[in-house]
């Protein structure tokens, strides 16, 4: 450890070589010959950057007198960018001058670290930038050798979000929710994004109506009115808040949620009907088992059923059959599974083919021999027929936002969760390049 006296002969080619290495710009920072020690700081092996920061100051900076003399140099141990992945410390000896008048003392200072800080302006703002980055905060914490609440103080001064303009909504919407953490209002998170570009236009921390259409009545009535198109699932909380703000919009059910639908009723059926086996009977048990193994081939699509090919399909008795004959062989241990299967098909097909005449025909023709509660559930479609008419007719779909969602999840996963929504909100965002990094305004 170097004391004041030790470094006060400044070196040229030193603080040429040190300013280039430590991008420092300030030329009233001067490094001597021996500037560089390794030391014990804080428990760790650092690299310790002996400075002096010292210049003329013509008048009192409190006052504006001009009796100024010098004053003893203070140490300040200012922390900066780990160098070669070892933590890195400038021991930076300030210039203290006394004015004679008011007796007032006061700092040399530089654009290195702010007034009474000991961070660097560079490491945060590597720190703010790898925040981007889908890297937890401790992560983060433990790579530039800092706690984490640092991390957090961080985020919440270098994020800067948009200036809101309560003229304005995309054309064309998209909204869905996403499980939030434990300060949220509500259970879920409510995120709606922009349905032509995919980019999140807001996320909040609560998904009630009465919350939602708090929110968007803040947007004037012209912006609203203005929206074509919102994109949803068969939440019917979210029909009705859609109908209060957005009068001119068409609901559009995401086709990903009909086709959940009617897959779900029908491997509902599956279950039910595997389970009413008995497993005592040697031939009902095998069946119990085939039914469990190849519940896939069951919800597959009929035209990608293989019926040429043959190879060995285990648990039937290491004979060669065709996709084709295990699907038959599943089918007749069930009828009702069997008349199921037809419907399923029959729903799915038109559905791709975007035939929403035949599709809700098949629908409002039912078998009466149809199990009941796969019947019930397929008929549930018929309450959102305007909607699922509108997704056939259209090509807007939630599928941009889904994958925004997974990604909001991988950010979760990766931080091992957040306890603010405040944080977690500008992750994500900050992440998708909505809000920006910016330096803050310190007095």
């Not at 490094?31 to 310790?48: C, H, I, T, W």
């Amino acid at each position: 450890m170097l004391n004041y006296k030790d470094i006060k002969q400044s070196d040229e080619n030193t603080g040429k070589t040190l300013r280039e290495l430590l991008n420092i710009k300030d030329t009233n920072i001067h490094f001597p010959v021996n500037a560089v020690q390794s030391e014990d700081y804080r428990g760790l092996r650092v690299k310790m950057i002996y400075a002096v920061l010292t210049y003329d100051l013509a008048r009192c900076p409190h006052y504006g007198m001009k009796t100024i003399i010098r004053h003893t140099p203070k140490k300040s141990i200012i922390q900066l960018l780990p160098f070669q992945g070892n933590p890195t410390f400038l021991a930076l000896f300030k210039q203290r001058f006394k004015c004679l008048n008011c007796k007032v003392t006061s700092c040399a200072q530089t654009y290195l670290v702010e007034k009474n800080c000991y961070i660097s302006k560079q490491l945060k703002f590597a720190i703010a930038w790898d925040l981007k980055n889908k890297i937890s905060m401790k992560d983060i914490a433990k790579r530039y050798f800092v706690s984490t609440k640092t991390v957090e103080r961080i985020l919440v001064l270098f994020v800067k979000e948009r200036k809101r303009n309560f003229n304005y909504l995309p054309k064309n919407l998209m909204i869905d929710e996403f499980k939030g953490t434990k300060d949220c209002e509500g259970n879920m998170c409510f995120i709606v994004s922009d349905a032509d570009t995919g980019e999140i236009f807001d996320i909040l921390d609560d998904r009630r109506n009465f919350k939602l259409i708090a929110f968007f009545e803040r947007f004037s009535f012209a912006a609203r009115k203005a929206v074509q198109f919102v994109v949803t699932d068969m939440n019917a909380a979210y029909q009705s808040f859609i109908k209060v703000v957005f009068p001119n919009a068409q609901i559009i059910i995401d086709r990903f949620h009909v086709v959940q639908q009617i897959t779900r009723a029908f491997n509902k059926l599956r279950i039910n009907e595997m389970n009413k086996l008995k497993k005592s009977d040697k031939q009902e048990a095998k069946d119990y088992r085939k039914l469990k193994k190849y519940w896939k081939t069951l919800l597959k699509n009929n035209e990608k059923i293989d019926g040429k090919h043959l190879k060995q399909f285990p648990l039937f008795q290491k004979s060669y059959v065709t996709q084709a004959q295990v699907l038959d062989h599943l089918l007749d241990i069930s009828p009702s599974l069997k008349e199921a299967y037809e419907v399923y098909q029959g729903l799915l097909e038109a559905f791709r083919n975007k035939e929403n005449s035949t599709f809700f025909a098949l629908i409002e023709n039912l078998p009466k021999s149809l199990d009941k509660t796969f019947a019930k559930s397929i008929t549930y479609l018929k309450k959102y027929k305007n909607e699922v008419v509108a997704a056939l007719k259209n090509s807007y779909s939630n599928g941009k936002l889904e994958g925004t969602n997974n990604l909001i999840k991988v950010i979760k996963r990766i931080a091992f969760g957040f306890r603010t929504f405040k944080n977690f909100k500008s992750r994500i965002l900050l992440q998708q390049g909505i809000f920006t990094i910016a330096y803050p305004n310190v007095k």
